[in-house]
């Protein structure tokens, strides 16, 4: 019941609103006095909040010449009232926004950091779903998964292409890494890489990982990153061509000499 309570002060009801109509839906053709009992509401605040209630719809009033009861109104008209005035209030909401929204006539680059797993991905779907003309990406079969119902949706419009690992059943225009000592390894964190259009991007760790992302639409960023995700293509492409054992041995013995592992 308390989280019932919680709920519908979230939809704009005060506790005791809440806590009066809770009552009267499980106890109709009460007195005030009943209602009070019934949900714990002060006999000094029963009848100000019963009169609220009446006046916003929620409560029926019915006044005899012995008594004065009360009843709540059927819950699926509640909700039906409840649905509506939530859609009213986005739908006025969201205009009110859009005109508020200063469209810039240059965009401003920058990188911002955005936090949080849910964020996260709900960033990334909002990229994919407002993709015009191409989505390059590179990740990890964590994150992939989150995204799957996405990426092949957008796929079905506009071109998609980079490279994941250990994704099964992946698009064709995605290309599969290659598992190599590096990526086995327990210790080797998971990223992902989204672009889309080459003009936004979001890319850090998987949130499994690390829940910080960060976004940006500054140029540099996009060209260096959109580079490193065709690089690291154009290798596996190359390796498996070619399917040179001792090409990729030079290029694991290479990679560590350059980092110094």
């Known amino acids: 019941m308390e989280l019932l309570i919680a709920q519908l002060k979230e939809l704009g009801f005060t506790e005791y609103e809440a806590k009066a109509y809770t009552a009267l839906v499980q106890n109709?053709?009460?007195?005030?006095?009943?209602v009070s009992?019934?949900?714990?509401?002060?006999?000094?605040?029963?009848?100000?909040i019963l009169n609220v209630l009446v006046e916003k719809g929620l409560v029926l009033k019915e006044e005899t010449a012995d008594q004065t009861t009360y009843s709540s109104i059927p819950v699926a008209v509640?909700?039906?009232?409840?649905?509506?005035?939530?859609?009213?209030?986005?739908t006025s909401i969201s205009d009110q926004l859009e005109k508020l929204e200063v469209k810039e006539q240059e965009a401003e680059h920058k990188v911002v950091t955005l936090k949080g797993k849910e964020a996260i991905v709900n960033y990334c779907q909002s990229?994919?779903?407002?993709?015009?003309?191409?989505?390059?990406?590179?990740?990890?079969?964590?994150?992939?998964?989150?995204?799957?119902?996405?990426?092949?949706?957008?796929?079905?419009?506009?071109?998609?292409?980079?490279?994941?690992?250990y994704v099964d059943?992946?698009?064709?225009?995605?290309?599969?890494?290659?598992?190599?000592?590096?990526?086995?390894?327990?210790?080797?964190?998971h990223w992902f890489i989204l672009s889309i259009d080459g003009q936004e991007m979001i890319y850090g760790h998987s949130p499994s990982n690390q829940e910080t992302a960060?976004?940006?639409?500054?140029?540099?960023?996009?060209?260096?990153?959109?580079?490193?995700?065709?690089?690291?293509?154009?290798?596996?492409?190359?390796?498996?061509r070619d399917d040179d054992m001792e090409l990729e041995e030079w290029i694991t013995k290479e990679r560590k000499a350059f980092f110094v592992e």
């Open 169 to 189: 059943e992946n698009i064709a225009s995605i290309d599969q890494h290659r598992i190599t000592q590096y990526t086995r390894n327990a210790s080797t964190p």
């Open 37 to 48: 009992k019934n949900s714990g509401i002060p006999r000094a605040r029963i009848y100000d």
């Open 214 to 240: 960060f976004i940006t639409n500054d140029p540099v960023h996009i060209y260096l990153l959109e580079d490193y995700i065709w690089h690291d293509v154009l290798v596996n492409r190359l390796l498996t």
């Open 127 to 165: 990229l994919l779903q407002k993709a015009e003309k191409k989505v390059l990406l590179s990740m990890w079969e964590d994150m992939y998964e989150k995204l799957r119902e996405d990426i092949h949706e957008v796929a079905q419009r506009i071109s998609v292409h980079g490279i994941t690992l």
């Open 28 to 34: 109709s053709h009460v007195s005030a006095y009943q």
């Open 78 to 90: 509640f909700l039906q009232q409840i649905e509506q005035r939530w859609q009213s209030n986005f």
